[in-house]
């Protein structure tokens, strides 16, 4: 019983987390955490509402549905699921586009793996049309036209991305990606206007630098003032010199002397003007770089908290005994992310990991290929790959799942890829028993 209300208070625990991180518009990371809390609490309601929610957003309609009908059998009363079902039912017609979505998505992914690029991007773009949030496809759709070299229309789609989803990691490395192709467009651009007349544009705001306008707009009485005053001492020197040659030489002296003063109060008031620029343009800089910091640290933060969440579905399914799911896990973890920190209860997170890792390390990758294989019998080729890339992620050498990959590879049709995958086993691993396998399925 204890057992069972700790578990439950965890996965409220993780609830919470995913809510708070798809209030800020983090939608991967909520359904991390959602997945955890589900997986300690299967019947926890609220999550499976909200995971069915996140999913509607990023536009997986069929993922939500299945998600807000287990759990409308779990509790059917006062659920918040049975409304969000009820209006989808009152709107046939959207069910059956994303029904349309979906299958043209599946088809897209066929053509990728036949490399028929072309009608892939032509597809996507209709699913795209079709479900504008839906974030698998517009990744997809991106990285084809990264590939085309199409860069602004790959950055408008990852810009839409992000605007769903605000730390989508694809999203972002893509972008990445596409920063030193946006900077030789910029070059370009600039190539263009060589041998035109220059026209004065309105310089763009830059939100983040202070107003130029407001620095500088108390000096403006001044400057009329003080142009002025030049005009009045010229006229005024105008007369003494040509029409009243007889006036005193100290009457001279004295307007050249207020020539003088405020001519050197005029150069003061640029010098001024000179250093509040500078000082402005430094700033600018300063609120650029923190502003630079700022989201990269955002970013790093929810990278490392993500690292948590895996962490915490690792203890879960090891002491659950299901050393698959948990080596799955592991997989994709960045252990450099875990640290200990001062705590009264003295847990030791790095302890834990130490513990733990080497049974997954030496079972694991076995436990991944065995369940790879079996899905590879059951017709299921891209499932049973992610499980031999998961076990190459914990044991990069392990020949036996390249070779098994290779398999799944030849079996889909895409032969290229499993010749590569052969020959690198031929050529790297010459003298283990799936090098002469290798041979055979090449045909040497």
């Not at 625990?13 to 955490?33: I, W």
């Not at 020197?237 to 003063?261: D, G, Q, R």
Request: positive net charge; contains cysteine; hydrophobic residues 40%.
């Amino acid at each position: 019983m204890k057992r069972r209300r700790y578990l439950e208070q965890m996965s409220n625990g993780y609830y919470n987390l995913a809510l708070s991180l798809a209030r800020e518009k983090n939608l991967s990371a909520a359904l991390n955490a959602l997945s955890i809390a589900l997986g300690l609490n299967k019947k926890n309601m609220d999550a499976r509402n909200l995971f069915g929610l996140i999913h509607f957003e990023m536009g997986e309609e069929t993922k939500a549905l299945i998600s807000w009908v287990i759990s409308i059998n779990i509790n059917p009363i006062n659920n918040p699921a049975q409304g969000y079902l009820q209006k989808l039912r009152n709107k046939s017609s959207y069910l059956e586009k994303s029904q349309d979505a979906i299958s043209k998505y599946n088809k897209a992914i066929s053509q990728i793996r036949t490399v028929n690029y072309d009608m892939a991007m032509i597809t996507l773009k209709q699913v795209v049309d079709i479900r504008p949030h839906f974030v698998k496809a517009m990744l997809l759709l991106a990285l084809l036209y990264i590939r085309e070299g199409k860069a602004g229309e790959a950055k408008r789609l990852l810009e839409s991305v992000l605007a769903i989803d605000k730390f989508n990691i694809k999203a972002i490395t893509y972008l990445n990606e596409l920063k030193p192709v946006s900077e030789k467009s910029a070059r370009s651009e600039k190539l263009k206007v060589i041998g035109r007349p220059v026209k004065k544009n309105k310089q763009p705001e830059n939100n983040n630098a202070m107003p130029v306008t407001e620095i500088y707009k108390n000096y403006s009485g001044m400057f009329t003032a003080i142009n002025v005053g030049i005009g009045l001492i010229v006229g005024a020197c105008a007369m003494v010199f040509l029409y009243m040659p007889t006036m005193k030489v100290a009457l001279n002296n004295a307007h050249n002397k207020e020539i003088v003063e405020i001519s050197q109060k005029l150069n003061d008031t640029n010098v001024s003007m000179e250093t509040l620029k500078s000082e402005n343009e430094s700033l600018s800089e300063q609120v650029n770089k923190l502003t630079e910091v700022n989201n990269t640290s955002t970013e790093n933060m929810n990278y490392k908290l993500l690292q948590y969440v895996y962490f915490a579905g690792i203890i879960k399914e090891f002491d659950a005994k299901n050393y698959t799911k948990a080596a799955e896990i592991f997989s994709v973890l960045d252990v450099g992310q875990l640290t200990d920190v001062d705590n009264g209860p003295g847990v030791s997170i790095t302890g834990i990991f130490t513990e733990i890792s080497p049974k997954i390390r030496e079972e694991g990758p076995k436990l991944l290929v065995a369940t790879g294989e079996t899905l590879n019998n059951a017709g299921d080729f891209a499932g049973a790959i992610g499980y031999y890339d998961a076990a190459l992620r914990i044991v990069p050498d392990f020949v036996e799942a390249k070779f098994k990959k290779a398999l799944s590879y030849k079996a889909m049709g895409d032969v290229e890829t499993a010749n590569n995958l052969f020959t690198e086993i031929i050529t790297n691993y010459p003298d283990d028993k799936f090098a002469n396998e290798s041979k055979k399925e090449r045909g040497y």
